[in-house]
């Protein structure tokens, strides 16, 4: 049983020079890492490859961290990439699978049909011994036509809404002992702990060596952590990228994805009007 939303190293490396085929190199680190994305881009990556940076092409009017842009905004960064929403277009990033999984659902979100991530991203890449550039790539202008759907997103109210009832679940990425409020945020100011009836999937858990692990794989981790895939879930983590590690996982283990919430901690943790929980999930 493959992952759907994937491709493989050789896939992309018989396809490369394919005009129809767009390559994002999708590198985020958090703020405490010291790592940049960019400048590793320009130091090595696959050929061709464009750079899409999450915290800039985001919306700049609020404090909260790499939220999405509108739809013209999106659209005219897209477009100086080279890129259009009717191209396949392959992401991937330096730690396997990380802010990939972000970008992958951004574009999605805003109406790119053929998106695919990298199966062991660049690692994998660069072990196999496979070619790679330097410095910044220029692709020729395109027009990429987006169009947001809400239903992709979920806002603070419709995480409300989920956590009162039984039908939508609410299942956070953050590792266990923030999730419990026993560990403090990597961003300041936040609350420690979690949404009162919310259940926590460590995204570390569903991965295997910088990959998704296998579908069964999968389903059973969500099993363990009290998810029921047979109800849609909303993903949730510290600021929107592990939560699109979550809801990719969902998808491909079969369960339905109700949004991501775009938000996540660092709206929810900064809020007098978010009621927080600490300990363990239930």
């Given at each position: ?8 190293t ?18 985020w ?11 590793e ?13 999450i ?10 961290p ?21 191209m ?10 990380y ?9 999605r ?51 409300r ?8 679940q609410v ?45 069964p794989?999968l ?33 491909e ?5 109700a949004?991501?919430y ?10 007098d ?5 600490t300990?363990?999930?239930?």
């Amino acid at each position: 049983m493959g992952l759907h939303n994937f491709v493989s190293t050789e896939w992309l490396a018989a396809r490369l020079n394919e005009p129809g085929l767009g390559v994002i190199d999708a590198s985020w680190h958090l703020p405490t890492s010291g790592r940049s994305g960019v400048e590793e881009f320009r130091e090595k990556h696959i050929p061709g490859a464009v750079f899409f940076d999450i915290d800039e092409i985001a919306d700049r009017s609020t404090d909260l961290p790499h939220m999405l842009p509108d739809a013209a905004a999106f659209a005219d960064a897209m477009g100086r990439l080279g890129l259009s929403e009717d191209m396949t277009i392959v992401v991937y990033d330096s730690l396997g699978l990380y802010a990939a999984a972000r970008v992958w659902w951004t574009l999605r979100a805003f109406g790119a049909a053929k998106v695919k991530i990298l199966e062991g991203g660049l690692p994998k890449w660069i072990k196999e011994g496979r070619p790679l550039e330097k410095g910044e790539t220029v692709r020729a202008p395109r027009t990429f036509v987006a169009r947001l759907d809400p239903a992709v997103v979920a806002s603070r109210d419709d995480v409300r809404r989920a956590l009162a009832s039984d039908a939508i679940q609410v299942v956070d990425a953050r590792p266990a002992d923030r999730f419990e409020g026993k560990a403090p945020e990597p961003r300041p100011g936040l609350k420690s702990g979690h949404m009162p009836g919310a259940l926590n999937l460590p995204f570390v858990e569903i991965l295997d060596g910088g990959k998704l692990k296998s579908p069964p794989a999968l389903a059973q981790a969500f099993a363990a952590r009290g998810v029921d895939l047979k109800k849609p879930v909303i993903t949730t983590c510290g600021s929107g990228v592990t939560a699109a590690i979550l809801a990719l996982a969902a998808e491909e283990a079969g369960g339905k994805v109700a949004g991501l919430y775009d938000g996540s901690w660092a709206e929810w943790g900064g809020r007098d009007d978010c009621p927080v929980a600490t300990g363990p999930a239930g």
